[in-house]
Structure formats: structure tokens, C-alpha cells
């Protein structure tokens, strides 16, 4: 049983078929063999009382008569029939009258049956004959039926034995096609394989549902196959970013500081082994925070991105250009075999920027200060050689922007001055080392002294006098200007409310403020406690604003310059016509009065161009009601001109250079109202 349930189903189906078979024929053998046995038996027993019944009626006269000869004569007939082994005749009293035996042999006495019969004479009985019976033919006869059984249950073994193997391949090969069908697929994982559908019965049915059932695994499959490809694509894009974004900049698409040093240590390696150098060039853009600021951080960003093209352009395959933040660039020029070729190289890079840009449909210009140091001379670790190139780089800002400098190391002094210079200048305030210097503004309709401007100079307990170009700049970088401006403004009040006290004069005070100051509202509140400190009339204080208070926050600058204007203190915008959209200043600030750069006022005399300029300026200005101030006024012919364009005030070394207080109080005393006659 046990056998039977582990089998598999082609097993069972042949075990099945088999002994149904099997059984099933040895039951109809046996039946046909008992009929047969029974139906030998019946026509046996009908012949021998037949022939009994024949002699019985034949022997009633010998019987009646006692003629035993006549009686042995009819009696021997029925041994005719080999089964009558014995015949006995008994009379009416049952007493043996006659006995006749066959003689015959190999008689089993346990098989011999006795059949008797009533001799009957005109309807009495008269004796009884008794007849001894044994069926030779019984044995052959079963031996026989044994044959025809064994034969019939051999062939039906034969025919069930096909049978099973007929039914188990019409029944069990289809499931077992099945089977081996899944087994495939759950060992190939292969969805694409399809079971064959022999017959549309309930296992053809199975075929069919199997196969649907496939399709949708593979369908659901693809579909997933295609999901997973899709994300791996958007992985790998994704990954591909981040690996770009952790190397490059992300404006400029530019490499960066990590893809810098990384190229560095190649560069060394390959410099040392080849015995050549190769260049780190730092570059700066120059008035990049001025266009970035006054044109907005999208236009600047537009124009990094079109310097990071064109520097990509410039600089060979094998070189590299990198960005560092905000218009810091890094250039390694590599496999220089001679300064000559640095020399080149570099000129090429300032060459970029010869050419205007165009950025939104406007043209631009920029200038570039580079600063180079060489590997190995000038350093070993890539700290070091930028470094020396920052170093140089400043060099080049100090000489005027867009140019060149290689690293040398007298430039490391420059480094040292400057540091001097900061460290120096937070003890010069507190010792108010710091001096107010001070330039007449002489309004030309009246010829009258209108007011004055306030140039600080610093005296300087080693490096003598100073102007401010040689220590404003390093203010500046370091914030100390903030400070120092304080210190300017505090100092101007002081002036104001000691001409004022002294009776000198009404002159109002021009004081410089540094872009730094308009990145919060401290200034204005600075402002407003000396004007209210030192009684001042606000009108008597002038602030003059470059664009670079726009540099940091514009719209914060804004509101701050509006909240000087609120305190009825005048502003004036000075350096005007160095800037990059001037124009657009005179409608957003709410300035008083404009001061021409005394770049413009230097040419006027020779510029018919430059003239037409001040010319379209003043009127304006006029339009506006803004008023103009020419600066740098050094000649008579200057003033004139000046005077024939309707410029309303004048300022200059024609009428006096930048003097200490003292000395601007005895020339006021002097020349008011100011006659252009003496001056000259
Ligand atoms: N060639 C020539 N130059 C003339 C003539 N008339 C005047 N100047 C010079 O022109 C500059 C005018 O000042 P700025 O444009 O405000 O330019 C100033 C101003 O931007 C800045 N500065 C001066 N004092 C201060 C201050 O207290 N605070 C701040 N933040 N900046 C200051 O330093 C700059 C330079 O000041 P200075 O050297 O005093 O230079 C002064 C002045 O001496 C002339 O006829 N010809």
C-alpha cells in the first residue's frame, strides 16, 4: 500500500489498469469454467439416466419372470457407456436379485455416485434397479478448464499489462509533460517555454491554464525586467551625477577642487619623472562683484559660465581648467619646458578676455588678474604652489587688473606689507594715527565753496605718510574699513560741530563709506546717534555710496541707503562712469547729487567724445534733478568746459589737493567766495 501511495501517477495508473485487468478476467475465466464444469456435469448426469431410465424399462418382464439371462443380456448393454461401472436390480422387497459389474479399472470408489431408479410394471412398482456411476472424462475435463483458465489469465496479464501502458500514456503523459514542463521552468526560471496541449480534456485544460499562466509570468516579468532596466538607467544617470557633482562644479560643468589635487599629484609625479614643470595659474575675474551685483547673480552666472568656455577653449586637452567658487579659476598648465612657454600660455588666457562677452543679448567686458607659480620651484604640495600664485595673483590686481605676474619670491614682501599694513592699522585707530584730510567742492554758478570732501590719510609710525590706495584696499579685504569709516565719521562730526561752534563755516562734509556698510542697518543707526549727539544738521553731511554698496544684498543695500536718505542726510554716488549700469542707478537710489570719475574730466579737454558724455549726462541729471560734481578738475580749460556744459559743481587740484583740517580752514578763510583767478 505504502508502495502503491509513493508511486508516481503513470505507477499507479499501470498498477491500476493491471490488476483491474487482471482481476476482472480471472473472475470471468472462472465463471465460464464453473458454467462449463456444471454444463459437462448436467449433460453427464441426463445421459446416464436417460440410459437408465431405457434399460429399467426394458428389464420389468426378466425381473417379473426371474429371467436373470435375459436381464444380464439388457443390463450388459448400458456397460456400452464406460461411466456404468456397477448394476444392481433389487425386487419389490428390496431384496438383490441381480448384480452385473463393467470390470473396468482405475476406479476412484470416493467419485462413484449412485443413481436408482424404480422398475415399474403397468404402473406398479416391482424392484429398483441401482446403477454405480463414475466419470471417467471428469478429470480431463477440469485439467482442461485449468489449461483454458491459465491460457485466458496469461493473455489477460498480456492485454492488461498494454492496456496500462496504453491508458498510462494517454492519461499520465500529458500530466507528466506537465510536470517536466514546470520542472524546467522552476529550474531554468525560463517563462518563455510553453507545455504542448495534447487533448482538450481536464489535463488540456490544465496545459492551457499552465501556458496562461506562463504568458502572465512573462509578461509581469518583462514588464518587471523593463521597470528594473529603467531604474538601473536612472541609478546609473543618477550615480553618474553625483560622481559628475562630487568632481565638477555645477554651474560651469568645470572640474573641481578634489579633481585639482588629485590631477596635481599626477602632474607632480609626471614632472619629476620627466624633469619638466608645469604651472598652477590662479585667476580672478576683475569687477566681477561690481557686474554680478549690478546686473544680477543670474547674469554673472552666465558670464562664469561663458569665461569657463572660453578659458576650456584656450588651455590644451592635457591641461586643466578648474573652478573653485565665485570667479576663483585654477588653470595646471602642464609639460612646460621653459618660462617662455608660460609666458605664452598665459598670454593666450588674458587674450580670452580681450574680446567682449555677450550675455543676454548685452555686452559685457571683463578683465582677468592671473597670478602663476611653478611646480617644482616654487613649491612641492599644491597648498604651497597656490599659494605663491595667490600671491602673484594680488600682484596683478595691485598693478591694474588683467594682467600677469609669475610668483617671484620679493612678491612673498607683498604678502608681509599687507599683513603688516592690517595688523598695523587696528592699532592706528586706536591711536588715531588716522588723519581727515580735506578737498574743497566749489559750486560754479556762485563760485562759492559748497562743501568739502573728507579723505582720510594715515601717518604712519614706520612707513611714513600714507594715501589711502596704500591701505584702503587691505581694509577693505579684511573688514577693518568698517572700523575705519567709524572712525572717519565719528571724526567729521567732531569737524562739523566744531566749525559750526567756531563759526568757521557752513560747509557741508562729504564722507566715503565702504559697500561693506550696506549689508545691515548699523550705519544708519550710527548715523542717527551722532546727528543727534553732535545737533548736526543732517543736510550738512553728505555720504557718497559706490555701486559696490550693491555688492553683497542689493535689496538690502537699497533699503539701507533709503534709510540714510530718510535722515534728510544727502548721498551722493561717486565714481561715477566706472560702474556697468550707472544709468539704472540714478532711478533706483535716491541720490542727490552724482560725481563724474575724474577719468572722464581728464580727457575733456582732448574727447569730443567724452564731452558729448558729460554733456548727456548733465542734462540727466537735470531731468532728474540730480546734480552733477566733476572730480579731478586740474586745469583751467577743464573748469571751463565744465562750466560751458552747465556742470554744477567742480572739485580738483585746480582748486585744492586733499589738505589737513588747519590748513582747509585758513585757504576757506582765503578764497571765499572762490576766485578761479587766484587759484591758478
Ligand atoms: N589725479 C587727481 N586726483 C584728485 C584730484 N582731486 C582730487 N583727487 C583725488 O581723488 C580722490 C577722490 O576721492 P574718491 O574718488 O572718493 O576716492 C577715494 C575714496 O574712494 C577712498 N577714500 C578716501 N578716504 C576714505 C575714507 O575715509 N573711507 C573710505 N571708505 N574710503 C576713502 O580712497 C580714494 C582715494 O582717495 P585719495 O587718494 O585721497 O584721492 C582722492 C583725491 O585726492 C585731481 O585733481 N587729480
Request: net charge negative.
Amino acid at each position: 500500500m505504502k508502495y502503491f501511495v509513493n508511486a508516481s501517477i503513470r505507477g499507479k495508473i499501470i498498477l491500476i489498469t493491471f490488476f483491474i485487468s487482471l482481476i476482472v478476467s480471472i473472475v470471468m475465466t472462472s465463471i465460464t469454467a464453473f458454467k462449463e464444469f456444471a454444463h459437462f456435469s448436467e449433460a453427464f448426469e441426463q445421459r446416464v439416466q436417460m440410459e437408465i431410465q431405457i434399460i429399467s424399462d426394458n428389464i420389468g418382464s426378466a425381473l417379473l419372470f426371474e429371467d436373470k439371462d435375459n436381464l444380464k443380456e439388457t443390463v450388459e448393454s448400458l456397460f456400452q457407456d464406460k461411466a456404468i461401472v456397477n448394476v444392481k436390480v433389487y425386487d419389490a422387497e428390496e431384496h438383490l436379485f441381480f448384480e452385473l459389474s463393467s470390470g473396468a479399472e482405475n476406479i476412484q470408489p470416493e467419485r462413484i455416485e449412485n443413481i436408482e431408479k424404480q422398475i415399474v410394471v403397468d404402473g406398479e412398482s416391482i424392484g429398483i434397479i441401482r446403477v454405480d456411476v463414475f466419470n471417467h472424462n471428469l478429470n480431463e475435463v477440469i485439467k482442461n478448464i485449468i489449461i483454458a483458465m491459465f491460457l485466458n489469465i496469461t493473455i489477460s496479464v498480456v492485454l492488461a499489462a498494454i492496456l496500462a501502458l496504453i491508458f498510462q500514456r494517454l492519461i499520465s503523459a500529458p500530466i507528466l509533460h506537465l510536470y517536466s514542463m514546470s520542472a524546467q521552468v522552476a529550474q531554468t526560471q525560463n517563462y518563455g517555454l510553453r507545455a504542448e496541449q495534447y487533448s482538450s480534456d481536464e489535463v488540456g485544460k490544465l496545459a492551457a491554464m499552465f501556458n496562461h499562466m506562463l504568458e502572465k509570468v512573462e509578461q509581469r516579468d518583462e514588464k518587471l525586467e523593463k521597470l528594473v532596466e529603467m531604474r538601473t538607467v536612472e541609478l546609473e544617470k543618477l550615480a553618474d551625477e553625483f560622481r559628475h557633482r562630487a568632481f565638477h562644479d555645477s554651474l560651469t560643468g568645470l572640474p573641481n577642487r578634489a579633481v585639482l589635487s588629485e590631477r596635481f599629484t599626477l602632474a607632480a609625479d609626471q614632472a619629476l619623472r620627466r624633469s619638466n614643470k608645469f604651472a598652477c595659474l590662479l585667476l580672478d575675474l576683475d569687477n566681477f562683484k561690481t557686474i554680478n551685483d549690478t546686473k544680477g547673480h543670474n547674469y554673472g552666472d552666465k558670464l562664469l559660465v561663458e569665461v569657463a568656455r572660453r578659458l576650456k577653449q584656450t588651455v590644451r586637452k592635457e591641461d586643466l581648467v578648474c573652478r573653485l567658487g565665485g570667479d576663483e579659476f585654477v588653470i595646471l598648465l602642464v609639460g612646460l619646458r621653459t618660462l617662455d612657454a608660460l609666458n605664452i600660455a598665459t598670454r593666450k588666457i588674458l587674450n580670452v578676455f580681450s574680446s567682449d562677452f555677450y550675455i543676454k543679448n548685452e555686452r559685457v567686458k571683463t578683465g582677468v588678474s592671473i597670478g602663476a607659480s611653478l611646480f617644482p620651484d616654487h613649491g612641492e604640495s599644491l597648498n604651497s604652489i597656490k599659494r605663491k600664485a595667490d600671491v602673484a595673483m594680488y600682484r596683478a590686481k595691485d598693478s591694474g587688473k588683467n594682467c600677469f605676474f609669475v610668483y617671484t619670491p620679493d612678491m612673498q614682501e607683498d604678502v608681509k606689507h599687507r599683513l603688516m599694513i592690517q595688523n598695523d592699522l587696528v592699532k592706528a585707530l586706536e591711536e588715531e594715527q588716522l588723519v581727515l584730510y580735506y578737498q574743497p567742492k566749489i559750486y560754479l554758478k556762485s563760485n562759492k565753496v559748497s562743501g568739502c570732501e573728507v579723505l582720510i590719510r594715515w601717518q604712519h609710525p614706520k612707513e611714513g605718510f600714507l594715501t589711502p590706495a596704500a591701505f584702503i584696499p587691505y581694509a577693505e579685504e579684511s573688514k577693518l574699513i568698517i572700523q575705519l569709516d567709524y572712525y572717519v565719521l565719528r571724526k567729521s562730526f567732531e569737524t562739523l560741530k566744531n566749525w559750526q561752534s567756531k563759526g568757521v563755516s557752513n560747509t557741508s562734509l562729504s564722507v566715503n563709506l565702504s559697500g561693506r556698510h550696506f549689508t545691515n542697518f548699523n550705519i544708519v543707526k550710527v548715523i542717527k546717534e551722532h546727528l543727534a549727539t553732535y545737533k548736526i544738521e543732517p543736510e550738512l553731511l553728505e555720504i557718497e555710496i559706490t555701486e559696490a554698496v550693491l555688492i553683497e544684498d542689493p535689496e538690502v543695500a537699497q533699503e539701507v541707503v533709503s534709510a540714510i536718505k530718510k535722515l534728510r542726510v544727502r548721498l551722493s554716488l561717486d565714481d561715477f562712469g566706472t560702474g556697468y549700469s550707472s544709468l539704472n542707478y540714478l532711478r533706483t537710489l535716491p541720490i542727490d547729487c552724482i560725481k563724474l570719475d575724474h577719468s572722464f574730466i581728464q580727457r575733456i579737454d582732448i574727447s569730443q567724445q567724452d564731452r558729448r558724455l558729460i554733456k548727456g549726462i548733465i542734462s540727466l541729471g537735470k531731468q532728474l534733478q540730480i546734480e552733477l560734481v566733476a572730480e579731478g578738475v586740474e586745469t583751467e580749460s577743464q573748469l571751463e568746459i565744465l562750466r560751458a556744459l552747465n556742470c554744477d559743481y567742480v572739485q580738483g587740484y585746480y582748486f585744492l589737493k586733499p589738505v589737513p583740517e588747519t590748513e582747509f580752514v585758513e585757504w576757506l578763510k582765503r578764497s571765499e567766495p572762490f576766485d578761479p583767478a587766484q587759484s591758478a
